[in-house]
């Protein structure tokens, strides 16, 4: 299997071809076989029928799509040409290619939230967090050691990890697959809390002195989980992709206790990019800034707040997911603790970013195949070092897709 390893495996090649039968889109009514030659399944467009293929194999947050329409120009920014000249933001920063206002909203959002501590933490901005995650494992790797070092995770496991690491082939690292299974002392954890997969938080499985742990907060978000404490790790990895939905900005943060680890993070950045992009930072401070005013200086002509759509959704999906499931008998989903969410103040219920769906039925012993007969795509438990009774299913895309995936899941016996 390959992937094209800047994103969430959003073009994941499967070993196997699939065949799939679709309606011809120009009305006709004509029935086309259309032979794919993998499963590269790209996620820009709702079903257009109700037998179309209903595609919620990568977490694309389309999702939040409605939400940000509903805000009309509150979110848009003007950028005069001479703005986006200089390769530097701010040379008084050691992180010379972050935007300083950027900056400031990233840190006033985490106060809104509660869910990092910022104060005595160095900020660094890359292209999504996918760079941070490689620009960390870079920090985190010594130079001078005959082998590279071991990154492990526990598995389930984010399925770009082992990519992200072994794509470049580098001397400095290497994936060495499920952290619970591993031994030795010479190993980067990445805990991703809570898990891109079954939603579930987690802690560092390993405990070794020589250990170093970096962790993925892509989902600590109130809209996927209750906001506990705020999260006051060495390194810590945000998206906005997941925070706010604007995946296409390609933007991500990470807040980190140690100089010289964000220094040498900050050199990896410049060395493979010379920075991130300054359009996207202005944009997303300019967005920021509307999540933040929105609670701390609301305005009668917009109630809309995003933490509140973020959990409102989820909320009535996961509901009919369940519903779904029960209808048919055949599959099974886990179930989830209710904590109090300092951010909102109430008692609430994890609610994943994704579905790990278990298919029960006798005979079946690969989840996402049998979907796929159906015309549902999912990304399969294997690609995850899990079982492939197991299937993941994004719960952030839009509403016709999830409201077609729950309508279809429901009639299979
Ligand atoms: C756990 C996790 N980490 C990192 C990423 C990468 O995010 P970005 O879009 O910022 O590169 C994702 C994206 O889905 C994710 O789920």
Redesign the pocket.
């Known amino acids: 299997m390959a992937f094209f390893p800047q994103?969430?495996g959003l073009f994941c090649e499967s070993p196997k071809p699939i065949t799939l039968i679709a309606r011809h889109l120009h009305g006709r009514g004509t029935w086309l076989r259309i032979k794919r030659l993998s499963s590269a399944t790209p996620t820009a467009s709702p079903p257009t029928s109700k037998d179309s293929i209903v595609n919620l194999d990568a977490?694309d947050p389309t999702m939040y799509e409605s939400f940000w329409k509903g805000m009309g120009d509150q979110g848009a920014i003007t950028i005069s040409s001479w703005q986006t000249i200089s390769y530097f933001s701010d040379v008084t920063n050691f992180c010379w290619f972050l935007e300083p206002e950027f900056a400031r909203e990233i840190r006033r959002l985490h106060k809104l939230v509660g869910n990092a501590v910022t104060e005595d933490r160095y900020l660094i901005v890359g292209t999504?967090?996918?760079q941070l995650?490689q620009a960390a494992i870079y920090a985190l790797s010594p130079s001078d050691t005959p082998s590279p070092m071991n990154v492990v995770s526990a598995v389930p496991y984010?399925l770009?990890y082992a990519p992200l690491m072994d794509y470049l082939r580098s001397g400095l690292f290497r994936w060495a697959g499920d952290a619970c299974t591993f031994k030795g002392d010479a190993y980067i954890e990445l805990v991703?809390s809570p898990s891109?997969l079954d939603g579930f938080r987690r802690q560092a499985v390993l405990k070794s002195e020589g250990g170093k742990t970096i962790h993925?907060l892509?989902?600590y978000w109130p809209q996927y989980t209750p906001i506990t404490n705020p999260a006051d790790h060495d390194i810590s990895i945000f998206?906005?992709?997941?925070s706010i939905g604007h995946?296409g900005s390609?933007l991500?943060w990470a807040l980190v206790k140690d100089t010289a680890v964000a220094q040498k993070m900050t050199k990896f950045i410049d060395r493979s990019t010379i920075g991130v992009s300054k359009v996207s930072q202005i944009q997303v401070a300019k967005i920021f800034k509307v999540v933040s005013d929105s609670y701390e200086h609301p305005i009668p002509e917009n109630p809309n707040k995003l933490f509140d759509f973020g959990r409102r959704l989820p909320v009535d999906r996961w509901k009919k997911l369940r519903e779904a499931v029960k209808a048919s008998k055949i599959f099974s989903l886990p179930e989830f603790p209710s904590e109090t969410c300092k951010f909102t103040g109430e008692k609430a219920e994890t609610l994943p970013a994704f579905a790990w769906l278990k298919c029960e039925k006798e005979g079946i012993e690969d989840c996402a195949s049998f979907l796929r007969t159906h015309k549902i795509l999912t990304r399969g438990g294997s690609y995850f070092g899990a079982s492939p009774n197991y299937t993941r299913v994004s719960m952030i895309d839009r509403d016709e897709t999830f409201d077609l995936f729950t309508e279809r899941l429901s009639s299979l016996h």
């Open positions: 994103n969430e977490g999504g967090s996918s995650l984010y770009t991703c891109n993925d892509a989902y998206t906005v992709s997941k995946a390609r991500g």
